[in-house]
Each structure stands twice: as structure tokens, then as C-alpha cells.
């Protein structure tokens, strides 16, 4: 059963980068995309960007300019980062894996327990 | 863009009774890119319906997709109280590649 855990610092300060980190336990991030998606607090879910195992990477226009995703396959692990943060991105993080089949990457079949980043001064 | 409008925003019944969610999309997409998901307090969404009928695995048979082009609905056919829940669709393709509706919140009438 493929598990995600992610991790990272609670609390950022204004203007300064998020960070984040989702281990994957269970199975191998190769051969697979995977996700971040966020939710803040009582709103709905948005995806941010995926990555590829290769490297390849697809990212949300609306955060495009700030957001840098990565992924270590030695480690099994892929990352997130944000930077400029401001108090709009206050919110649960999701990582999550993206199925793929013959229609191309259409849902999300595991994710993480979701971490709360709150951006505050 | 490709908006998801989902109705009602809350829904309150019993359980027994039958729920059906409303997803509107703002353009016709492929039902291959429609999926739903729950979502209970304080956890993850998981995976109910892709491709607009399939189940996800573990999935009760008392849940179904249904729909094409614009209209999709997620039906329960007898709910359990631990349906009870926010349920969200989602669409692939559109940029953003993936997008979701704004949610159901299912209540315990």
C-alpha cells in the first residue's frame, strides 16, 4: 500500500519561501507523477504543480512564477517550494500520486495526510 | 478555463435516504477527466469515481458516477452515516490541467 507523508516547517514568515517535502513509502516514485494540491482553511482544493520521476513538471499558471518542484528518486521523496509567500497561501498542503492511464493523468489515487503551512509574521 | 459548479452546496438527509451531487462543468470535457472525492474533518481527500463512473478500489457499490459532457452527478444510494462528508469533482485537461468544484457538504438532516 503506497503511503505519503509530508513534511516541512508549520509556520513561514511573509515574503520568505515555503518548503515541503513528501516521502514516499510503500512503492517506488518511479514510473509515476506526483502531486501537490492545497486547501486553505474551510475553502476548497487546488492543485499546484506535479512532477514526473524524470524530472518533468507541469505547474498551475496562477503560481507558475513562484513555485519550484523537485524530486529525489534515491530518496523517494519529491519537493515543493514557494517562494513570496503571503498570507493568501496559508493552507493545508496535499502531496498526492497521479494516476496515469490511456487517457492521460487524469485523477489522484494517493495522498498525504495533508500539513498545515501558515504564513505569519 | 474550465469551471466546476457543484450543487447543492449542502444537502441535508438521513441516513437510507438517496443523495445526488450535481458537477456543472462551464465547457463540455471527456468523462474519461471527471473524477469525485470525499473529504471528512481533518483528512485527506480520497478517491471515489474516476472517469465519471468508475469506482476507486474499496469502494461501496452504493456509490455511482454518472453524466457526459457538461452535467455529471455523483449518486448514493443509501446513505450510511459514515457518508455523511464534503464531496468534490474534479476535471483534468483544462488549464489549469486539473481543477475541482467548490464541494457538496453532505449533512446529517
Known amino acids: 500500500q503506497v503511503q505519503l507523508q509530508e513534511s516541512g516547517p508549520g509556520l513561514v514568515k511573509p515574503s520568505e519561501t515555503l518548503s515541503l517535502t513528501c516521502t514516499v513509502s510503500?512503492?517506488?516514485?518511479?514510473?509515476?507523477?506526483w502531486s501537490w494540491i492545497r486547501q486553505p482553511p474551510g475553502k476548497g482544493l487546488e492543485w499546484i504543480a506535479y512532477?514526473?520521476?524524470?524530472?518533468?513538471?507541469n505547474c498551475n499558471p496562477s503560481l507558475r512564477s513562484r513555485v519550484t518542484i523537485s524530486v529525489d528518486t534515491s530518496k523517494n521523496h519529491f519537493s515543493l517550494k514557494l517562494s513570496s509567500v503571503s498570507a493568501a497561501d496559508t493552507a493545508v498542503y496535499y502531496c498526492?500520486?497521479?494516476?496515469?492511464?490511456?487517457?492521460?493523468?487524469?485523477?489522484?489515487?494517493?495522498w498525504g495526510q495533508g500539513t498545515l503551512v501558515t504564513v505569519s509574521s | 478555463e474550465i469551471v466546476l459548479t457543484q450543487s447543492p452546496g449542502t444537502l441535508s438527509l438521513s441516513p437510507g435516504e438517496r443523495a445526488t451531487l450535481s458537477c456543472r462543468a462551464s465547457?463540455?470535457?471527456?468523462?474519461?477527466?471527471l473524477a469525485w472525492y470525499q473529504q471528512k474533518p481533518g483528512q485527506a481527500p480520497r478517491l471515489l469515481i474516476y472517469?465519471?463512473?468508475s469506482r476507486a478500489t474499496g469502494i461501496p457499490d452504493r456509490f455511482s458516477g454518472s453524466g457526459s459532457g457538461t452535467d455529471f452527478t455523483l449518486t448514493i444510494s443509501r446513505l450510511e452515516p459514515e457518508d455523511f462528508a464534503v464531496y468534490y469533482c474534479?476535471?483534468?485537461?483544462?488549464?489549469?490541467?486539473?481543477?475541482f468544484g467548490q464541494g457538496t457538504n453532505l449533512e446529517i438532516k
Open positions: 512532477i514526473y520521476y524524470s524530472g518533468s513538471t
Open positions: 465547457q463540455s470535457i471527456s468523462s474519461s477527466y
Open positions: 472517469g465519471a463512473s
Open positions: 498526492a500520486r497521479v494516476q496515469r492511464n490511456n487517457y492521460g493523468l487524469p485523477y489522484f489515487d494517493y
Open positions: 510503500g512503492g517506488s516514485i518511479s514510473s509515476y507523477y
Open positions: 474534479q476535471q483534468y485537461g483544462s488549464s489549469p490541467l486539473y481543477s
